[in-house]
């Protein structure tokens, strides 16, 4: 927008009927286009006028401000609006604006845009002519009724000045609501901080820590399976690890450590600082709040290792209470799966005692049994007597056909005939004899066919007995085997080493922290109260 120049503005009088209507005088015209001999004589003629006064100049210059203020159509509308309505002669929306702004009126106050919807006044007819004297259209002021600059302000100065000093107040509620922000950070955040950075600089008892790792590992095993798969990961030990961690945080390794490394007198000393002192005769909880702050354990499952730091005011009691733990650790490993071997060893061995004794009691009965029949061999006994059977069987008939040949004779000798008749009573009488044995070996409790069925009988037995026992002997093996693959080990493989600086408090570290805590609760109760104090007032 082009600001027009500031200079002595001049009314040219074009003829003294124009000149004497004020109406058209104040109406702007567009300029006519004159005519090529028109114009000629227009320029050659002299030109005569007065220069306007201040209070027209002051007039274009405030429409010419209201321009560089970058008003919308729709607020321009409301201005015309609003000049008809209060019968102000505007010859433009700017200079509507203007006038209103001159007569008090804001023409973009809420209250006076309603006022645009009021019904027109009844009491003067549509169409009837304005009243004599009412000026309908701006006129020019005539040059001898101008009069001084009056003391007075006008509307455009006063609602400036009201605007600087609502500008003023807001910036001086503004400074001090900055301040009263400084004032309460400086108090919540500021000196806390200090007095937290004041302990960790120059309070705080420097701490010595010392740093091992160790691993809980697992016998090779050449079981199958998923347990065959698992065996040489860190997943087969991880319940171990975990266990041992919890037994080293618990307050059974605590007490076992002050028993025999003195853990409360160390931390009962007076040139400590308070905070990280012990009192005297301090209880087993205050203790164990003392430990778990001194001394962290942490489990990688991905790695299986297990991490310790361990904290004292001095760096080789610092490593003792390391070593320390890791005997604990050690003792508590080789503690988790013994009673499980324990009792895997003790019913194999007495599944074997067992099958030793019933062997025995079986070979006994063996014994016994071969005792009462007098003989090692009672099948050989029964042989034995068929085949004397059969061959005084034999003799038997040969004698009979030897009586026979002697009595075919017509004088036989009786010698010989008696003979031969005494020899054949004598084989009857042997045979019936071993008949007899046969079946007293055969009939009858204590006979020899029983006795052979009951030891034979009692040999399978033994051989069954055998059997459990070799199957009790290879058990026991097997568990032996077992139970040295379920043996833990642990393994250190980070030793604890005596540092020589110290290694806490880190100070900026915690002075920082200590600053974001206080900010973060300063942050957290300013938007509580802002809050809580919204949900008042509404």
Not at 217 to 242: E, Y
Request: a neutral charge.
């Amino acid at each position: 927008m082009t600001m027009k120049p500031r200079a002595k503005k001049f009314r040219i009088r074009r003829s003294a009927s124009v000149a004497g209507d004020s109406s058209a005088a104040a109406r702007p015209q567009a300029p006519a286009r004159p005519e090529p001999a028109a114009a000629a004589e227009a320029a050659n003629a002299p030109m005569s006028g007065m220069v306007s006064s201040a209070r027209e100049t002051r007039m274009e210059t405030d429409i010419d401000a209201i321009r560089q203020e970058g008003l919308t159509g729709r607020q321009l509308r409301l201005a015309r609006r609003m000049a008809q309505k209060h019968n102000l002669p505007a010859t433009s929306d700017f200079e509507a604006v203007r006038m209103l702004r001159e007569r008090g009126i804001d023409p973009f106050k809420r209250a006076n845009m309603l006022e645009l919807v009021v019904p027109q006044n009844k009491a003067q007819p549509a169409g009837t002519p304005p009243a004599p004297g009412t000026v309908q259209l701006p006129q020019t002021v005539p040059a001898g009724k101008t009069t001084l600059p009056s003391t007075e302000l006008s509307p455009a100065e006063r609602r400036a000045r009201e605007i600087q000093d609502i500008q003023r107040d807001i910036a001086r509620r503004r400074r001090r609501k900055l301040t009263l922000l400084a004032a309460r950070l400086a108090f919540f955040v500021m000196l806390p901080t200090l007095a937290a950075g004041y302990y960790f600089y120059s309070v705080a008892t420097p701490m010595y820590s010392s740093k091992s790792e160790f691993l809980v590992l697992k016998a090779d095993s050449a079981a199958g399976g998923v347990g065959g798969l698992l065996s040489g990961t860190q997943f087969a030990t991880s319940q171990d690890s975990i266990a041992v961690q919890s037994y080293l945080m618990s307050k059974e390794a605590m007490l076992r450590l002050d028993d025999e490394a003195g853990f409360k007198a160390h931390f009962t000393q007076d040139w400590l600082d308070p905070i990280q002192r012990l009192e005297s005769a301090p209880t087993n909880e205050e203790a164990y709040a003392t430990y778990n702050r001194n001394v962290k354990i942490g489990y990688d499952p991905t790695e299986g290792v297990v991490r310790m730091e361990v904290s004292a005011a001095d760096p080789e009691v610092a490593a003792e209470f390391s070593r320390k733990l890791i005997s604990y650790a050690q003792e508590k490993v080789n503690n988790l799966s013994h009673q499980k071997r324990a009792d895997q060893m003790s019913e194999a061995e007495t599944a074997l005692a067992d099958a030793e004794a019933e062997r025995r009691a079986a070979q006994e009965r063996l014994v016994v049994l071969q005792q009462q029949g007098a003989v090692l061999d009672p099948e050989g006994v029964v042989a034995s007597l068929r085949q004397q059977i059969s061959t005084f069987e034999i003799q038997l008939e040969e004698k009979r056909l030897e009586l026979a040949a002697l009595l075919d004779n017509a004088r036989p000798n009786r010698a010989k005939v008696s003979g031969a008749e005494a020899d054949i009573k004598r084989l009857e009488a042997v045979i019936e004899s071993l008949n007899n044995r046969m079946v007293d070996a055969s009939a009858g409790e204590n006979s020899l066919a029983n006795l052979r069925i009951q030891i034979q009988m009692a040999q399978a037995d033994l051989a069954t007995r055998d059997l459990m026992l070799q199957s009790a002997l290879q058990q026991v093996e097997t568990t032996r085997l077992e139970a040295n693959r379920q043996v833990r080990y642990l393994t250190t493989a980070v030793e604890p080493v005596p540092s020589q600086e110290p290694s806490y408090p880190r100070k900026f570290e915690n002075t920082v922290l200590a600053f974001l805590i206080f900010s973060g609760i300063y942050l957290m109760c300013s938007l509580t109260a802002s809050i809580l104090r919204e949900q008042v007032s509404s």
